[in-house]
Structure formats: structure tokens, C-alpha cells
């Protein structure tokens, strides 16, 4: 034992160091041989022996020794507890592994929600709503809030480079919460090419716009119009009975719908949240 | 789209319709039940409540013409007008 952390050692002073040196290790083990040799029948029974134990540990090795790390060995010597304690080793690094793998998992996990969230929508068809299925038994059940009438205005606007003239066919309709309504609008292609246009609309005020449901219109989708061609485009919507009860909407009485057409490019795909 | 740049200010959120877009009527087959709502509109200062059995035709109107998808017209909102024309004007 000695002779790893004194490594120029002659043999001789070796000896004489390991009989002085009260504090190494193997004479540790030499004193411990002593009670282990069989017939011993020395100073005392197993109580004094372990006394006598106890002190070696508190002669414990000097600080040198213990600077200089020995590499790892199994801090038993009996056989059978060095067995069990490579097991335990194995078995730590197993958990070990498991652990950092479930870290890993986690942040990547954490990446992969946004597309998985967005198919998840795009399945149930939910679109941002946290609501499932509010859209058609709503509509059946609910009844219209007759003491609050809403004045619904129409405008429509085109982008500089779609030459449609498009406009509303009604400047205004006073409707109630909980009523479904129709609306036109009215679009020619005064050109001689079919032209292709595609339409969002916006709402204004912002916060009654979450009120205001679209049963069917015709927004999102591209809209093709021959050339000198002239259609009636509705929208029929309603808005929800909810927003006579919405303290916020107390003075909100007049809501503008607009609706905006763009041409439809090749490859254009409108930036409609949450849908790509 | 809303254009206030504004973080941390509410924006508008387009949604899309709940059923969809009104395949377009090129050859004109509910045109005259458009009309005929749009009279009724303009004669009682567009009052809504008022014209909801005109809207009603004309929805039916689309829906024999495949120009829209069959619905039971309770899902639409007309589940007072489908018992008794009495109920409303």
C-alpha cells in the first residue's frame, strides 16, 4: 500500500516506515490480522478490541495523504461486499442514464408542442377556441337578446392591385345578440381576365369582435370571378347572446365589419393566426 | 388584419367561418330572393328581426341549388320561423 504513494522507496526504510508509521493503513490491517488469527486469546474480549478499533480512526492519515486522490477502488476489501457495491455502481449509472434521458425527453417534448399543438387544432378543428363544439348547438338553443340592438355597418375595401369593384349592398342592419343575420356584398370584374381574389376581414371595436361569429361568408378562400362578371357575395353571422351580459360591452353599440379583398398569387397564402 | 402594433394590446383575431365560405353564385339562382330581402331591408330601415323570413328563402334557396350545404334550419337560427309563419312578421 505504501509503496503507491512513496514510489522511490528502498525496501528497507519501507519496512521501517510502515512498522513506525502508526497511521498507514496496512498496518491498520496488520493490527485488525491480529485479532482475526485464530487461538488469539490477547488483551481482552471483542469490546476492547473495538475500542481499540476506534482509535485507529481517529489517528486518522495526515493531510498529504490525503491530497493525492488514489484512484477509485472499492472502499470495501471483503469479496462479497465489493461484488454488491459494483452492483450498486451499475445499478446508479442505470438510473443515472434513465434520468438524463427523461431530461432530455422533457425539453424535446417541449419543442415539439407548438406543431403538435397546431395539428391538434387543426384536426378538431377548434382553431384557437378553447370552446369545442359551440358552433351549431349553440346556434339552435340560443335566443335573442331583444332590448339591446347593435347597428352592424359594412365596408369593403380592395388591395391597389385587384381591380374589383367591390362594395356592400347595405350601408347598415340593426340586429340583436343571439339573431342570425344575412348581409351582402357585391363584387365585379370589370377586366377581361378571370382574376382570382382571396378576403379577410377585421372588426372593430377589437373586443366585440370576439363576439361576432361567422356562420358562413365568403372570407379565406380564394374567389374567382370571370371576366365582366358581377356576384352577390352574403355573409351570415350572428352575434353571441353573451355580449349583452359582457360588462365591458355596456356602450358598445355600433360595430363595423370590414372586409378587405387581395389578389391571390400563385403560391400566396394568406397569414391567418394559427393556421399555416 | 389589425395593424396596431402595439404589444400587449388586445388585436383583432380573424377566424374563420364555422361552416365555411358560400361557394360563389355565377349564374345568378338566388338572385331574386337576394332582391326580394334586399326590398324588404331598404322598406323597414333594415331592421333584421323584421326580414328573417326572406333571409330564411333565401338561404333555402342556396341549399336547393347545391350553392350551400344542407342544414336543418334550426342549426341556423330560424327554429321560430320553421313552426309558425305567425310568430314573426
Request: proline share 8%; aromatic share 12%.
Given at each position: 500500500?505504501?509503496?503507491?504513494?512513496?514510489?522511490?522507496?528502498?525496501?528497507?526504510?519501507?519496512?521501517?516506515?510502515?512498522?513506525?508509521?502508526?497511521?498507514?493503513?496496512?498496518?491498520?490491517?496488520?493490527?485488525?490480522?491480529?485479532?482475526?488469527?485464530?487461538?488469539?486469546?490477547?488483551?481482552?474480549?471483542?469490546?476492547?478490541?473495538?475500542?481499540?478499533?476506534?482509535?485507529?480512526?481517529?489517528?486518522?492519515?495526515?493531510?498529504?495523504?490525503?491530497?493525492?486522490?488514489?484512484?477509485?477502488?472499492?472502499?470495501?476489501?471483503?469479496?462479497?461486499?465489493?461484488?454488491?457495491?459494483?452492483?450498486?455502481?451499475?445499478?446508479?449509472?442505470?438510473?443515472?442514464?434513465?434520468?438524463?434521458?427523461?431530461?432530455?425527453?422533457?425539453?424535446?417534448?417541449?419543442?415539439?408542442?407548438?406543431?403538435?399543438?397546431?395539428?391538434?387544432?387543426?384536426?378538431?378543428?377548434?382553431?384557437?377556441?378553447?370552446?369545442?363544439?359551440?358552433?351549431?348547438?349553440?346556434?339552435?338553443?340560443?335566443?335573442?337578446?331583444?332590448?339591446?340592438?347593435?347597428?352592424?355597418?359594412?365596408?369593403?375595401?380592395?388591395?391597389?392591385?385587384?381591380?374589383?369593384?367591390?362594395?356592400?349592398q347595405q350601408?347598415?342592419i340593426?340586429v340583436?345578440?343571439?339573431e342570425t343575420a344575412l348581409a351582402f356584398?357585391?363584387?365585379?370584374?370589370?377586366?377581361?381576365?378571370?382574376?382570382?381574389?382571396?378576403?379577410?376581414?377585421?372588426?372593430?371595436?377589437?373586443?366585440?369582435?370576439?363576439?361576432?361569429?361567422k356562420i358562413q361568408c365568403?372570407?379565406?378562400?380564394?374567389?374567382?370571378?370571370?371576366?365582366?362578371?358581377?356576384?352577390d357575395?352574403p355573409v351570415f353571422f350572428y352575434?353571441?347572446?353573451?355580449?349583452?351580459?359582457?360588462?365591458?360591452?355596456?356602450?358598445?353599440?355600433?360595430?363595423?365589419?370590414?372586409?378587405?379583398?387581395?389578389?391571390?398569387?400563385?403560391?400566396?397564402?394568406?397569414?391567418?393566426?394559427?393556421?399555416? | 388584419?389589425?395593424?396596431?402594433?402595439?404589444?400587449?394590446?388586445?388585436?383583432?383575431?380573424?377566424?374563420?367561418?364555422?361552416?365555411?365560405?358560400f361557394?360563389?353564385?355565377?349564374?345568378?339562382?338566388?338572385?331574386?330572393f337576394k332582391?326580394?330581402f334586399m326590398?324588404c331591408l331598404?322598406?323597414?330601415?333594415?331592421?333584421n328581426?323584421?326580414c328573417r323570413n326572406q333571409s330564411k328563402e333565401y338561404l333555402?334557396?342556396r341549399?336547393?341549388?347545391?350553392?350551400?350545404?344542407?342544414?336543418?334550419?334550426?342549426?341556423l337560427g330560424f327554429?321560430?320561423?320553421?313552426?309558425?309563419?305567425?310568430?314573426?312578421?
Amino acid at each position: 500500500m505504501g509503496g503507491l504513494w512513496r514510489p522511490r522507496w528502498r525496501p528497507i526504510v519501507f519496512c521501517g516506515w510502515r512498522w513506525s508509521h502508526p497511521g498507514s493503513p496496512a498496518r491498520a490491517a496488520e493490527r485488525v490480522e491480529a485479532f482475526l488469527r485464530p487461538g488469539w486469546n490477547g488483551k481482552g474480549d471483542a469490546e476492547w478490541g473495538l475500542r481499540w478499533l476506534g482509535t485507529w480512526t481517529r489517528t486518522s492519515p495526515p493531510a498529504r495523504d490525503r491530497a493525492v486522490q488514489p484512484p477509485r477502488r472499492p472502499k470495501s476489501t471483503n469479496p462479497f461486499t465489493r461484488a454488491q457495491e459494483e452492483d450498486w455502481r451499475r445499478r446508479n449509472k442505470t438510473v443515472l442514464t434513465y434520468v438524463v434521458a427523461a431530461a432530455v425527453g422533457m425539453l424535446g417534448a417541449s419543442y415539439a408542442a407548438v406543431p403538435l399543438y397546431r395539428l391538434y387544432c387543426q384536426t378538431t378543428g377548434l382553431g384557437g377556441s378553447a370552446v369545442a363544439g359551440h358552433a351549431s348547438d349553440q346556434i339552435e338553443n340560443m335566443v335573442p337578446v331583444k332590448d339591446r340592438i347593435i347597428k352592424v355597418t359594412f365596408n369593403a375595401d380592395v388591395h391597389a392591385s385587384l381591380q374589383w369593384n367591390f362594395r356592400p349592398q347595405q350601408t347598415e342592419i340593426y340586429v340583436v345578440p343571439g339573431e342570425t343575420a344575412l348581409a351582402f356584398y357585391k363584387a365585379k370584374n370589370p377586366t377581361d381576365k378571370p382574376v382570382i381574389g382571396i378576403s379577410t376581414y377585421n372588426v372593430v371595436p377589437f373586443e366585440a369582435g370576439q363576439y361576432f361569429n361567422k356562420i358562413q361568408c365568403f372570407c379565406f378562400e380564394e374567389q374567382r370571378l370571370n371576366p365582366q362578371e358581377e356576384v352577390d357575395m352574403p355573409v351570415f353571422f350572428y352575434i353571441d347572446p353573451e355580449f349583452a351580459e359582457d360588462p365591458k360591452m355596456v356602450n358598445v353599440d355600433l360595430i363595423t365589419l370590414s372586409y378587405t379583398f387581395f389578389e391571390a398569387k400563385e403560391g400566396y397564402k394568406l397569414p391567418v393566426p394559427g393556421y399555416n | 388584419m389589425s395593424t396596431a402594433m402595439n404589444f400587449g394590446t388586445k388585436s383583432f383575431q380573424p377566424r374563420p367561418p364555422d361552416k365555411g365560405s358560400f361557394p360563389l353564385d355565377h349564374f345568378g339562382e338566388c338572385k331574386s330572393f337576394k332582391e326580394k330581402f334586399m326590398k324588404c331591408l331598404r322598406d323597414n330601415n333594415f331592421e333584421n328581426a323584421l326580414c328573417r323570413n326572406q333571409s330564411k328563402e333565401y338561404l333555402e334557396c342556396r341549399m336547393n341549388r347545391q350553392l350551400m350545404a344542407q342544414e336543418p334550419l334550426e342549426k341556423l337560427g330560424f327554429r321560430d320561423l320553421i313552426n309558425g309563419k305567425s310568430e314573426k312578421k
